[in-house]
């Protein structure tokens, strides 16, 4: 069974950095490209990024290009979501998900979400 | 950049009813990379249609994707109590990639 576990939910202050977490299993995690979603409060889905596990080729929505990193560590099967400095408009769920492969460039698998928290 | 557009924002209907979603994109895109998901409140989304009209595995056959060019539509036959959600569209544009979802529409009973 195919399943895509993310870290915990973060309360995290203005300033401080982050980094959470997508384990995945059930599947061959190095073929497939693990992508980040966002989702603030009471909004729509919002695409950040996107990593190839077997080479870590990324690429990142233009939205999203500089504010963080995506990384991925493929020993573990594990894909990244990092934050240097967190601002309170960085608070959301984030949702990673698994682009289905040949060539359905859709995500057909997701992971529960991670609620970040950023306040003073 | 690609737009898409998604109308209604919301829909108020009764469980049994027939309900066709319009998804319209700001170009002409390609078929093949247009899916629709399901969220529920408190849920990840969920993928219902990829290629425009394949279901995902697991999918109820009342859900039906069609469409090409820049319209797009998600009709699900016969509203059952667990289908009331925001669905969302997503297409993906190449060089670079780039994954672009909709603004949802809320599918709410009425």
């Known amino acids: 069974e195919v399943q895509l576990v993310q870290s915990g939910a973060e309360v995290k202050k203005p300033g401080e950095s982050l980094k959470i977490s997508c384990k995945g299993s059930g599947y061959r995690f190095g073929s497939y490209w693990i992508g980040w979603v966002r989702q603030m409060p009471g909004k729509g889905l919002e695409w950040m990024g996107i990593i190839y596990p077997g080479d870590s080729d990324t690429t990142y929505s233009p939205s999203f290009q500089g504010q963080v990193t995506i990384s991925v560590d493929k020993s573990i099967n594990t894909a990244y979501l990092q934050w240097s400095s967190l601002k309170a408009s960085d608070t959301a769920m984030y949702y990673c998900?698994?682009?289905?492969?040949?060539?359905?460039?859709?995500?057909?698998?997701w992971g529960q979400g991670t609620l970040v928290t950023v306040s003073s | 950049e690609i737009v898409l557009t998604q109308s209604p924002g919301t829909l108020s209907l009764s469980p049994g009813e027939r309900v066709t979603l319009s998804c319209r994109a700001s170009q002409s895109v390609s078929s093949s990379f247009l899916a629709w998901y399901q969220q529920k409140p408190g849920q990840a989304p969920r993928l219902l249609i990829y290629?425009?009209?394949s279901r995902a595995t697991g999918i109820p056959d009342r859900f039906s994707g069609s469409g090409s060019g820049t319209d797009f539509t998600l009709t699900i036959s016969r509203l059952e109590p667990e289908d009331f959600a925001v669905y969302y569209c997503q297409q993906y544009g190449s060089s670079p990639p780039v994954y672009i979802f909709g603004q949802g529409t809320k599918l709410e009973i009425k």
């Open positions: 998900a698994r682009d289905g492969g040949s060539g359905s460039c859709s995500f057909d698998y």
């Open positions: 290629g425009a009209s």
